[in-house]
């Protein structure tokens, strides 16, 4: 079972702001020991939302790119861990031990949600 975990973004990680030395550490631990245990896959923080951009698909076939940055901060994601465990209960052991995304002392939330397996779409789209 694949889960990502999602690092939700906040103001100063949109304004291009890296984690601080110890946040950086503990992060940096954390991964450590997901590859230890052998369920880490993959790990990064992502550029903040002035680098990206978005693709509007409208009723009539329509597309639009629309270029950041973007505001809706409680809802942009500014890194992720993906993990390979056994359970769900055995990804929620994970998730409870991530480190807390603003360091201590600051109210945060970070997100964990099931990748689907291949095959779960059935034959028409596999790879």
Do not use: C
Request: hydrophobic share 40%; aromatic share 8%; charged share 20%.
């Amino acid at each position: 079972m694949r889960f990502m975990i999602m690092v939700k973004a906040r103001p100063q990680s949109e304004a291009g702001g890296m984690p601080d030395k110890a946040l950086t550490a503990s992060m940096t631990e954390y991964h450590e020991q997901l590859a230890q245990a052998g369920v880490l896959l993959d790990a990064s923080g992502l550029q903040p939302t002035a680098m990206g951009w978005r693709v509007h698909f409208g009723a009539q076939g329509q597309r639009q790119v629309v270029d950041g940055p973007f505001t809706e901060g409680q809802d942009l994601v500014a890194g992720y861990t993906l993990i390979q465990v056994r359970s769900r209960e055995e990804a929620v052991e994970w998730t409870q031990r991530f480190p807390a995304p603003m360091g201590p002392g600051w109210n945060a939330e970070i997100e964990a949600r099931q990748l689907h397996e291949p095959g779960g779409f059935g034959p028409s789209i596999q790879p």
